[in-house]
């Protein structure tokens, strides 16, 4: 088994360190001090198809164990490094349109749909998600979204809907996921976002 | 966990196949889903239709002679 020692180092050091070694070993130990690094490694482990184990010890620091599933080849992944400092901001998809993409509008449609059904299953689900422009129209009564924004918003995804656009396509009285919002809360949840994904 | 499918997927050739798959089922009030195919089946940039293991039969009949339909394969998670 290879130990290394990645601690006193911040990412992506600590990934890429981890990355080599499993590379040419078995089975490595990974000693980290920080949980940014600690997250790091270990979604570096199973994206690598690794055994992944971690345990807090004292003083702040985590070992993680990966491991190697028996012949496994390690595929090429690359070095992912995602900050989950608190200072961090939210993590934010927009949706300006009810759309997913220009060019075909009945091709857009169905995209969206997949994309929004996508995103209620993974496991990493945004903070908040915006919708304004025709994007509103995903979030009223009768639209094919409904039900998976209803997941999200189930599993604690902060939903804001532009309250002008509900009111331009006359559709404020059918939202069905989401609360009515303003474009100071647009513009300051947009501005403070750590990450903004827009489909 | 009985390894029973808790959904069935149904393939097509095209996406066109899908959405008048789709509107069929629309149509014909029959409860289903469009969704991305499963990264298990293909990693194709897909779409497929989803649906419960009961309404299968009367998917099947409804869409039967109006749309190919490429295989329906079960979801089990």
Do not use: C, F, W, Y
């Given at each position: 088994m290879k130990i290394v020692n990645a601690t006193g180092l911040a990412c992506p050091h600590p990934v890429v360190l981890a990355k080599q070694a499993i590379e040419a070993n078995e089975q490595v130990q990974v000693i980290v001090d920080n949980e940014t690094a600690l997250e790091n490694v270990k979604r570096m482990g199973v994206k690598l198809g690794c055994d992944v184990d971690s345990q807090a010890k004292a003083g702040g620091i985590y070992e993680i164990m990966l491991t190697r599933k028996t012949g496994a080849a390690v595929p090429a992944v690359p070095v992912s490094c995602v900050a989950s400092s608190p200072s961090a901001g939210p993590f934010v998809v927009v949706c300006?349109?009810?759309?997913?993409?220009?060019?075909n509008d009945e091709l857009g449609a169905v995209l969206i749909r997949a994309f929004l059904h996508t995103l209620a299953e993974q496991?990493?689900?945004?903070?908040v998600m915006i919708f304004y422009?025709?994007?509103?129209?995903?979030?009223?009564?009768?639209?094919?979204t409904l039900d998976d924004l209803k997941t999200l918003a189930a599993a604690g995804v902060e939903i804001l809907v532009c309250g002008t656009c509900l009111n331009y396509f006359e559709v404020k009285d059918k939202l069905g996921a989401g609360v009515v919002s303003n474009m100071y809360d647009i513009v300051e949840t947009l501005s403070r976002a750590g990450r903004l994904l827009s489909p | 966990m009985n390894g029973s499918p808790s959904h069935y997927v149904m393939l097509f050739k095209a996406v066109s196949y899908a959405l008048k798959a789709e509107s069929i089922l629309k149509a014909g009030v029959l409860p289903h889903k469009l969704i991305p195919v499963p990264r298990q089946i293909s990693s194709d940039c897909g779409i497929c239709l989803r649906f419960e293991p009961q309404h299968r039969a009367s998917i099947e009949a409804l869409l039967s002679g109006k749309v190919a339909v490429e295989d329906i394969r079960p979801l089990i998670c």
């Open positions: 300006p349109e009810d759309k997913m993409g220009r060019g496991a990493e689900k945004p903070d422009n025709t994007g509103v129209k995903l979030t009223v009564q009768g639209s094919e | -």
